[in-house]
C-alpha cells in the first residue's frame, strides 16, 4: 500500500492513511474498496472500519487528529 500511494495510486488493503483538510485522519483511497475487507481477511487483518478506529484512537492518544 505504501509503495502504491507514494506513486500516487489507490492501495489494496487500506494500511495508509492521511491527514484530511480538516485535520482528521482519513484513509488513502482504496481500490475496489467494496472488496477491500475480503483481501483484509485473506491477510489475517481486521476490517478496513476496525483498522481506521485503532489508528484514530493512536493517533488521539498520541495528542494529534
Known sequence: ??????D???QRYGSQFVLGDDGELVVWHVDDAVKVDA??????????????AEMRR???QKGGG
Not at 500500500?1 to 507514494?6: G, S, T
Open 39 to 52: 483481501r483484509r481477511a485473506r491477510l489475517g487483518l481486521p476490517p478496513l472500519a476496525a483498522h481506521e
Open 58 to 60: 493512536r493517533v488521539a
Open 8 to 10: 500516487g495510486r489507490a
Open 1 to 6: 500500500d505504501r509503495v502504491r500511494m507514494n
